[in-house]
């Protein structure tokens, strides 16, 4: 497997902003959201389970899963929650490690709001957490999902705490400032990536 770092935040904190500054230096970015909603596409095993378990009114007319509706089944429900992340979590875990082997690049970022919350953490050499203030955090995510600060904390609740994030990092992007301070820390992570990665495959 590529020598992977995985970076993580908590909502809002930067992670896409990060994620395209290591892509601009022609770093493959597996990006573990895009991965949650691959493994759920028509004509894919986890969504035939997902009709058979809930009736075909899960799906919306054309095919697709109504993640409403079944977002508010399983905020309602435990144990449909339970069953639908034992579905879930080892397909996104085997997508994400396909494009992991995949990548072409020196070395890959796993980018992923639930890394340290999930197993997907053990697919990384290094953890990478992105900083930034609650009241940035909630501010940036708010305008940019146009959604209030209720609901960015509502969804911070289920995340870790800044301080137990901190506490797992082995790097820190800081991301109190602009976007421009941002990059310059990605391209002294960048170079020093290149050199793990090249000491990781000897
Ligand atoms: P995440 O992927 O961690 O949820 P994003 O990268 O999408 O967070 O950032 C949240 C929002 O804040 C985006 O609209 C992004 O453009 C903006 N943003 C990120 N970093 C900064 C910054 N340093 N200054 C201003 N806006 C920022």
């Excluded at 935040?9 to 895009?34: E, M």
């Excluded at 997902?50 to 009736?55: K, L, M, P, R, S």
């Excluded at 959604?147 to 911070?156: C, F």
Aim: glycine letters at 6%; aromatic letters at 4%.
């Amino acid at each position: 497997m590529s020598f992977t770092i995985g970076l993580t935040g908590g909502i809002g904190s930067g992670k896409s902003a990060a994620a395209d500054l290591f892509a601009a230096h022609g770093i493959t970015v597996v990006d573990a959201d895009i991965a949650a909603r691959e493994v759920v596409e028509p004509g894919t095993a986890c969504l035939d389970a997902i009709a058979e378990h809930f009736g075909a009114g899960i799906l919306l007319p054309g095919g697709e899963l109504n993640r409403r509706a079944l977002r508010e089944i399983i905020f309602n429900d435990p144990q449909a929650k339970a069953w639908l992340e034992a579905l879930l979590h080892p397909a996104i875990r085997e997508l994400i490690i396909q494009q992991l082997n995949e990548a072409p690049s020196p070395y890959v970022l796993l980018v992923s709001p639930l890394l340290l919350e999930t197993d997907q953490h053990q697919l990384a050499s290094r953890i990478l957490v992105i900083d930034c203030d609650e009241s940035e955090q909630i501010q940036r995510a708010a305008v940019r999902d146009n959604s209030d600060a209720e609901r960015i904390k509502a969804i911070m609740a289920t995340q870790l705490t800044r301080t137990q994030r901190l506490a797992k990092a082995d790097d820190i992007l800081h991301n109190h400032g602009t976007l421009e301070d941002l990059a310059p820390q990605v391209d002294a992570l960048h170079q020093e990536y290149l050199q793990l990665a090249k000491a990781a495959n000897y």
